[in-house]
T-cell receptor, first 109, second 114 residues
Framework: DAKTTQPNSMESNEEEPVHLPCNHSTISGTDYIHWYRQLPSQGPEYVIHGLTSNVNNRMASLAIAEDRKSSTLILHRATLRDAAVYYCILAPNNNDMRFGAGTRLTVKP | SAVISQKPSRDICQRGTSLTIQCQVDSQVTMMFWYRQQPGQSLTLIATANQGSEATYESGFVIDKFPISRPNLTFSTLTVSNMSPEDSSIYLC???????????FGSGTRLTVV
């Protein structure tokens, strides 16, 4: 199974950008890169996904390396409500979501 | 994207009993997914439920312990059978929210077995 590697935890200051890295050196051509986040006491929430090109939406940006072996989720301006566990997932054919340990993001006021 | 209603939101059950968790989606979906999240852990996929066919279980999960029903394209149930304290977890259902939205998750059922 394709797997991802993320730091266990990261800290950020409120109103500053946050770059959450994800390594996926065994990615295959049909694997989509998905990001979800889980706020305390809630189910996971979809953030963004992409295949080869960088993606932007209202929540975040996804920067995908040219060789696709790594990606970075960018929160442009962290707020206290962005404190959550962020999961980077490789989804074959945009399907089959299997969660790793994720990165716990702490946002400091 | 799809909206999921999951019931109950939480329950405390006696060991040896069973609990059925319901998942209702506001639109028709082909596949529904059931996950377990043990305390302090990430999510683990239990099974994939397609309407009109038997659910497909992941390694370590069996139908006798976690029977799943999928009677139509908007509804599914997961039963946790013959519960033990080790089954205390959050159980979540999920559907594909659409090509633009990834997966949508229910808010989960927090199960405590005593």
């Amino acid at each position: 199974d394709a797997k991802t590697t993320q730091p266990n935890s990261m800290e950020s200051n409120e109103e500053e950008p946050v770059h959450l890295p994800c390594n996926h050196s065994t990615i295959s051509g049909t694997d989509y890169i998905h990001w979800y986040r889980q706020l305390p006491s809630q189910g996971p929430e979809y953030v963004i996904h992409g295949l080869t090109s960088n993606v932007n939406n209202r929540m975040a940006s996804l920067a995908i390396a040219e060789d696709r072996k790594s990606s970075t989720l960018i929160l442009h301006r962290a707020t206290l409500r962005d404190a959550a566990v962020y999961y980077c997932i490789l989804a074959p054919n945009n399907n089959d979501m299997r969660f790793g340990a994720g990165t716990r993001l702490t946002v400091k006021p | 994207s799809a909206v999921i209603s999951q019931k109950p939101s939480r329950d405390i059950c006696q060991r040896g009993t069973s609990l059925t968790i319901q998942c209702q989606v506001d639109s028709q979906v082909t596949m529904m997914f059931w996950y377990r999240q043990q305390p302090g852990q990430s999510l683990t996929l239990i099974a994939t439920a397609n309407q009109g066919s038997e659910a497909t279980y992941e390694s370590g999960f069996v139908i006798d312990k976690f029977p799943i029903s999928r009677p139509n394209l908007t509804f599914s149930t997961l039963t946790v059978s013959n519960m033990s304290p080790e089954d205390s977890s959050i159980y979540l259902c999920s559907v594909v929210g659409g090509e633009l939205y990834g997966y949508t998750f229910g808010s989960g059922t927090r199960l405590t077995v005593v």
